[in-house]
């Protein structure tokens, strides 16, 4: 017995798109190479056959930005390239495989991380239903996994991490990980290291405010400008008494930049200059070894002058006629 299903007219035909696709892909897509995905999904449905000129008339899209996008669509492993051309990947079964991984044995450690598992479990479903309405994509419980890991946030942290993102309206995985990145490379583990990086930073961000009045910068500071600050600040150790010092020197140059202060700060740091009191008093004995200098200068070309003047009469003498 044969069955068959009648083919229906494109009129009543769909083409579908898994779920899979909107929790992972979706918000990173740029907006033409999303146009280009759906048209060949809806292609491949047919066996339909397409050249990239054609895919950019009917698109109205330029040739340059198919040709990206179908390098972006084949990176991020949405499509895959053939020799007679591409397949739609079937995103449900890369994501089931790249989610599983054999467990043939509990181990004693996997035992005894039983209860912290719990806790991160209610952790990672926190952070579901809060941030992601309860969507939230499978590779994101592998990623959330890997930086507990990594870099061994307590759940506080994590959850904080999340909502630091969300908050910023940038709640994508490059830019969590680099956040994570950043508070792992300050030690935070626990909530209260996470606290105090917030003090030191509100604090850092006090700084640079302050300096930006000083020197009259009220657009702000450059990227580069704030790495020098952050250098003086978190690897030299010094706060605003000592760099306050170093910006009144400033007024001594025309048009100062900051690497005319860097220059100043790192001098003070590499002779080990720890406090403003210490800056202060080289700054008053190299002003007087300064003095010292320039006034013995002073006596050497006098010493000089008079020396010439004895040798030029004598000079005069020897050439006396008789």
């Known amino acids: 017995m044969k069955l068959e299903q009648k083919e229906k007219s494109m009129l009543f035909s769909e083409t579908t798109i898994p779920d899979i696709f909107f929790s992972e892909y979706l918000s990173n897509l ?16 047919y066996g ?35 020799t007679t051309g591409y397949i739609i990947v079937d995103l449900q079964e890369s994501t089931l495989h790249n989610l599983y991984t054999p467990n043939l044995t509990l181990s004693k450690e996997k035992v005894a991380q039983t209860s912290k598992n719990r806790t991160r479990i209610k952790a990672i479903e926190h952070i579901n239903n809060m941030y992601f309405q309860g969507i939230m994509g499978p590779s994101w419980y592998n990623d959330i996994d890997l930086w507990f890991r990594k ?43 996470l606290d105090q990086y917030y003090e030191k930073q509100e604090s850092l961000n006090k700084l640079k405010k302050t300096i930006c009045k000083k020197l009259g910068k009220y657009n702000g500071l450059t990227q580069y400008e704030e790495a020098y600050i952050e250098n ?43 406090t403003a009191t210490e800056v202060q008093t080289f700054l008053e004995e190299f002003k007087k070894q300064k003095q010292t200098t320039k006034e013995l200068k002073a006596k050497v070309n006098s010493a000089n002058y008079e020396q010439r003047n004895y040798e030029n009469l004598d000079f005069l003498y020897a050439n006396q006629t008789p």
């Open 151 to 193: 870099y061994e946030f307590d759940e506080q942290v994590m959850i904080a991490l999340f909502d630091y993102c969300y908050n910023r309206n940038a709640l994508h995985r490059n830019y969590v990980q680099t956040v994570a990145e950043a508070w792992s490379s300050n030690k935070v583990k626990t909530w209260n290291d």
């Open 232 to 274: 003086w600040v978190l690897n030299f150790g010094y706060d605003m008494s000592v760099i306050e010092l170093a910006l009144k020197r400033t007024t001594l140059k025309q048009n100062p930049t900051f690497e005319y202060i860097n220059s100043i700060i790192t001098n003070w740091h590499d002779r080990n200059l720890k």
């Open 48 to 82: 339909k056959d397409i050249k990239i000129n054609d895919l950019s008339k009917k698109l109205n899209i330029p040739l340059k930005v198919i040709n990206d996008g179908m390098k972006y669509l084949e990176e991020h492993h949405v499509i895959l390239k053939k």
């Open 30 to 45: 740029p907006g033409d190479y999303l146009k280009i995905y759906f048209y060949l999904a809806f292609l491949s449905k």
